[in-house]
């Protein structure tokens, strides 16, 4: 079971499943029997390696692994991940990761995971689709049920454009 909100790219701040392969040092070919003593270490931003929150699994397929990062262990530029297994003449090559940073078009941080793509494209498509405000100079965007406030910020008036400060 992938963990939870889980994306299928890795994202900043988010559960993340890499996939791994073992490989026989020997034949350079995928281990096919059952791998045994599997560990992982991860460093993140070229850190300290530490001791991943959760053990790899063998997959269904004989030599591939996953493990199920955490969303604190993705909130690094670089993550990598170094496996071990006691087979003999196993080898696994390190993985690197460089997280998406996922922003709303604010520059505001996402107040919840996106898992698919067409959620951070439902968010940015808010501001022209949703109900906004105009109250003196504040203005609200609200979320698609058209009651709860999603941005608020401040409106000026230019000499000969409407300018929108950053929304918090």
Do not use: W
Not at 75 to 102: D, M, Q, R
Not at 123 to 142: K, R, V
């Amino acid at each position: 079971m992938a963990a939870t909100n889980c994306t299928a790219f890795p994202v900043y701040g988010q559960a993340f499943r890499a996939r791994l392969h073992v490989y026989n040092s020997t034949s350079g070919l995928l281990i096919t029997s059952g791998l045994t003593g599997l560990s992982a270490t991860i460093s993140k931003d070229d850190g300290v390696a530490v001791s991943a929150t959760n053990t790899p699994t063998e997959s269904g397929m004989p030599g591939v692994v996953y493990l199920d990062l955490t969303a604190t262990e993705m909130t690094a530029n670089g993550i990598v991940i170094y496996l071990t297994a006691t087979n003999s003449n196993s080898f696994a090559p390190v993985l690197e990761i460089a997280p998406l940073v996922l922003t709303e078009f604010t520059g505001a941080a996402l107040d919840k995971p996106i898992v698919l793509f067409e959620g951070i494209v439902l968010d940015i498509m808010a501001a022209a689709l949703n109900m906004n405000t105009l109250n003196g100079s504040a203005y609200t965007i609200f979320e698609r049920d058209n009651a709860t406030s999603k941005l608020s910020g401040t409106y000026t008036q230019g000499t000969e454009t409407a300018l929108r400060s950053k929304l918090s």
